[in-house]
């Protein structure tokens, strides 16, 4: 087998491997209305698991993120993939609030070891002109994870309507099925197999130097005022985006006053969106010669406008208005996310950091999907879903005004070297 057999080998092994981490994780988010109904558990209790969740990821690819550029990123991912299966697992057991806590946060730690590895990986099997088209890749594996994992969630539900515990059983099955496919077909680097380096560039190699050395070197390459903002416009984006990923059946069913079942089939409408929206921006992306910065700023505004404008359709009785809204946000906001996630990481290939960068950006992310998480759960208590909308629009707002205050133009213009001089600053 050729490294050209190897390249499409590893590019749908590292795409099924990612979607199916997803099986998981948002599978949560259709078995909340049955877990508040069976366990007795207030919106807000559900929303700290959720939060909880989303804590421990983001510090997780903090750790993870960095690792990924030290260690073998197949083994990192093979450890979460075991991982995330055993706590769906034991979870699916509970019965205790404060277990689910716990377990979900563990969830959150396996859940991590994903991301920041399978984009080192990818810049070890593939060269820079395939980074348009990895990003469009990568990007649409949440996405296909995602509808895959609510689709399985609906269908089981829709079956077996009292058994939701099956919603975290069947997919910690799976979850080993893929573990053991990734640990026999997944192979770090083409030098593994005795093939030449697909980039041979001239790369910073990580030190061997002590925690407290590392620590202090990381926080001064992320005190560089472009990441900064980029972080908070990622954590904005992560806001709406598991805002969405994990009360949108939620939403139907208290909104629109939607049964369980037929709620989690609309809600399946929603993550087809997000292929387009992916896709979208790499081609905005394009045409606005590799400028990520207005890409971002236009998909923030028209996801803001949307938002607002779905505050008022959630009143009327047209739940397919909602469900069209909410897809509409979910896609643009995942084609904002695959930029910030893939796109910009991958342009740090040259200084060893592209895994660390994969793994602060979605720490940024899931600060913001935590945060919304709790109080999305707290303010239920008190406001109806047109109130969330409204926020959701004013987040992107201010998402879109502190990407344009960045200097990522400069950073997409000049490209490697751009990230060269944020290495060294």
């Not at 946060?105 to 348009?132: D, L, Y």
């Not at 609510?150 to 910690?172: G, N, T």
């Not at 394009?286 to 949307?306: D, F, H, K, P, W």
Request: glycine fraction near 10%; proline fraction near 4%; charged fraction near 10%.
């Amino acid at each position: 087998m050729n490294v050209a057999s190897w390249q499409r080998r590893i590019k749908v092994l590292m795409w099924i491997s990612y979607a199916s981490l997803y099986l998981g994780r948002v599978n949560l988010a259709m078995i909340l209305p049955a877990m508040e109904r069976d366990l007795g558990w207030s919106t807000a209790q559900l929303g700290l698991v959720g939060g909880v969740f989303f804590w421990v990821y983001a510090f997780g690819q903090l750790i993870n993120g960095h690792l990924g550029d030290r260690f073998s990123s197949k083994g990192i991912v093979l450890i979460g993939l075991v991982g995330t299966a055993l706590m769906n697992l034991f979870a699916g057991f509970v019965s205790s609030f404060f277990l689910m806590v716990i377990l979900w946060a563990i969830n959150g730690c396996f859940q991590s070891m994903g991301w920041g590895p399978i984009v080192k990986m990818t810049s070890n099997w593939f060269s820079e002109n395939e980074r348009g088209q990895m990003t469009g890749i990568l990007g649409t594996s949440s996405v296909g994870g995602f509808m895959l994992s609510w689709f399985l969630a609906s269908r089981i539900i829709a079956r077996y309507p009292d058994q939701w515990r099956l919603v975290l059983w069947i997919p910690s099955v799976l979850l080993m099925v893929m573990a053991i496919l990734w640990a026999i077909l997944a192979k770090d680097r083409p030098e593994d197999l005795g093939f030449a380096p697909i980039n041979p560039v001239s790369k910073v190699e990580p030190p061997k130097e002590s925690i407290g050395v590392i620590l202090k070197e990381n926080f001064a390459f992320f005190g560089n005022f472009t990441l900064l903002l980029l972080a908070v416009a990622s954590s904005l984006q992560g806001m709406v985006k598991e805002g969405i990923n994990l009360w949108a059946p939620t939403l139907l069913m208290q909104a629109h006053h939607l049964p369980a079942a037929d709620a989690t089939s609309y809600a399946l409408w929603i993550p087809p969106l997000g292929f387009f929206g992916v896709l979208l921006a790499g081609k905005l992306s394009q045409r606005a010669g590799g400028n990520e910065s207005r890409t971002i700023v236009g998909m923030y505004i028209v996801v803001g406008i949307v938002s607002l404008v779905g505050a008022w359709l959630i009143k009327l009785p047209y739940f397919a208005l909602t469900v069209l809204t909410v897809a509409i946000c979910s896609g643009l906001i995942y084609g904002i996310n695959a930029l910030l996630m893939v796109s910009i990481p991958l342009r740090f290939q040259s200084v060893g950091k592209e895994s660390t960068v994969a793994g602060f950006m979605d720490f940024a992310s899931y600060v913001g999907s935590g945060l919304t998480g709790v109080v999305t759960g707290a303010l239920l208590q008190y406001w109806d879903w047109s109130r969330i909308l409204v926020l959701w629009g004013i987040v992107c707002g201010l998402g879109a005004v502190i990407v344009n205050m960045s200097k990522l133009e400069s950073l997409a213009a000049r490209r490697e070297s751009g990230a060269a001089e944020l290495a060294e600053q």
